[in-house]
């Protein structure tokens, strides 16, 4: 069966048309990726200049997190029901009014409602964007060539936010981390309408209520009670019962798709292996790589002691290793094959992360660092690009909406509940050894960094064993 496997075209070639719709949705995608991490270097600035504790000033993170990975796939859905391209401009809307509201901010309330309405536009923009981009062009290998350079520049975003977060906090103000996104926004909404066509499914245009009600608390619970573990930890009341919650809302979830005569998501597409398993692999590609620059910010912070510029001018190698990565997806999927693609980057990305683990307390291991996170940024984006060919392989334009809206919640997801995790095992880790400040961080930073690397290597082990018959067939 060629549905992992791709077949090189010389032949393909994009139109005029194709490559301007695609340089918009990558911008677009681009700055949805740097307003996820802009913030994250400028938040001791922030507090101080709007003057709240770091309690409020965590919620800066989670309101975003909380929006964008809980309402990804009720918007995915909803893009295919009522049109791509209207969904992608309420969430262009929204982004410039969050952006000004942020940016404008004299209050942590007002601050807060701004982050908090990026998030929505985060959730409804992504996968909108990423529809449009799917249904743009043809399954096979102009597709992956354009979700490789989606892919490549997302994680490139995500890189050049803390970078640009960093620089502009520096040198201006924090409230340019919001306002940035404005004048990039105003001038999407303006040219989308004359580039790219709307789409939307054929037929009737329900919409499952009672599978959107439950799939969206399920999702909200879930993420607030992870975010709730990182402040918390994991066996406080709050945490358990969300979880809880989350469990019993997803299990409504799944009867209520079994039963409805137009679900959100048909039963039919959570069999499929390729989706499944496919999200399986996108999950953990998220959850190791954004978790891992946590771990790597806490070393060169608090270890080696650099500056919060530096460490994120620091980032920009991981930032190059994911360009090519994303760069070279295409290509490699073409010859090898999305199966094989997705093992081998899994087990490049674990044995880069791996090495980690030899860092010392002295500013020469900086060399190691950086030749690390290149070597990881490649098999990691390599892995994303592939996890998103393989979600979204197989299935007709009308449920593209659905494909990318799983894709965007699994990456939200993954990014949300992957700090929380590797930060716990670290915390554990430094409390039990005491000491030197450094010397405790380096030693829960080097446990944090061995799990992280293990789950990389399940990853490449659900995919070898669990997606190989489909590649074979």
């Known amino acids: 069966m060629a549905v992992l496997e791709q077949v090189p075209s010389r032949a393909a070639r994009m139109t005029a048309r194709q490559r301007m719709v695609l340089g918009l949705l990558l911008g677009a995608q681009f700055m949805l990726a740097v307003d996820f991490s802009i913030l994250n270097v400028a938040l001791p600035a922030v507090g101080e200049g709007l003057g709240f504790g770091l309690h409020t000033l965590q919620w800066v993170a989670s309101g975003f997190a909380l929006p964008a990975a809980g309402l990804t796939l009720l918007s995915g859905r909803v893009a295919d029901l009522f049109g791509r391209r209207r969904m992608f401009l309420i969430g262009m809307a929204l982004l410039a009014t969050g952006s000004l509201v942020g940016g404008l901010a004299v209050s942590s309330a007002m601050l807060l409602t701004g982050r908090v309405l990026q998030g929505v536009a985060t959730a409804i923009g992504t996968p909108a964007a990423l529809s449009l981009l799917t249904t743009s062009f043809p399954e096979g290998p102009l597709r992956s060539r354009a979700l490789g ?26 409230r340019w981390a919001f306002l940035v996104n404005v004048p990039i926004a105003v001038f999407i909404l303006a040219v989308t309408p004359k580039l790219v066509a709307g789409g939307r499914a054929a037929g009737e245009t329900r919409l499952d209520v009672p599978g959107a009600v439950t799939v969206t608390g399920g999702l909200l619970t879930l993420v607030y009670g992870v975010t709730s573990a990182g402040e918390r930890g994991w066996t406080a009341p709050v945490t358990l019962i969300s979880l809880a919650a989350a469990a019993a809302l997803l299990v409504a979830f799944w009867f209520a798709e079994a039963r409805a005569a137009a679900p959100l998501v048909p039963v039919r ?16 590609a998220f959850l190791t790589e954004t978790s891992l620059v946590f771990l790597m910010t806490l070393y060169l912070q608090e270890v080696l002691r650099y500056s919060p510029l530096v460490t994120g001018l620091a980032f920009g190698v991981l930032g190059a290793g994911t360009v090519t990565g994303g760069l070279l997806g295409a290509r490699v999927i073409a010859r090898m094959g999305t199966y094989r693609v ?132």
Request: positive net charge; hydrophobic residues 60%; aromatic residues 4%.
């Open 269 to 284: 597409i959570l069999r499929r292996r390729t989706v499944v398993w496919g999200n399986a692999a996108g999950l953990i």
């Open 342 to 473: 997705l093992v081998g980057a899994f087990v490049l990305q674990a044995a880069a992360t791996a090495s980690l683990v030899a860092l010392g307390d002295a500013r020469d291991w900086i060399a190691l660092f950086l030749v690390a996170s290149f070597v990881g940024g490649v098999g990691n984006m390599q892995a994303i690009v592939a996890f998103m060919v393989t979600a979204t392989s197989g299935l007709p334009d009308d449920e593209q909406g659905l494909a990318t809206g799983l894709a965007t919640m699994t990456q939200q997801i993954g990014i949300t509940i992957g700090i929380p995790i590797m930060s716990a095992i670290a915390a554990a880790r430094t409390s039990v050894l005491g000491g030197p400040h450094a010397m405790a961080v380096l030693g829960g930073v080097r446990l944090a960094v061995l799990v992280n690397a293990a789950i990389t290597l399940v990853g490449a082990l659900l995919v070898a064993v669990l997606l190989r018959r489909r590649a074979d067939g």
């Open 149 to 174: 350079l989606n892919g490549a520049l997302m994680s490139a975003g995500f890189t050049a936010g803390a970078v640009l977060g960093g620089v502009l906090t520096d040198l201006l103000s924090w």
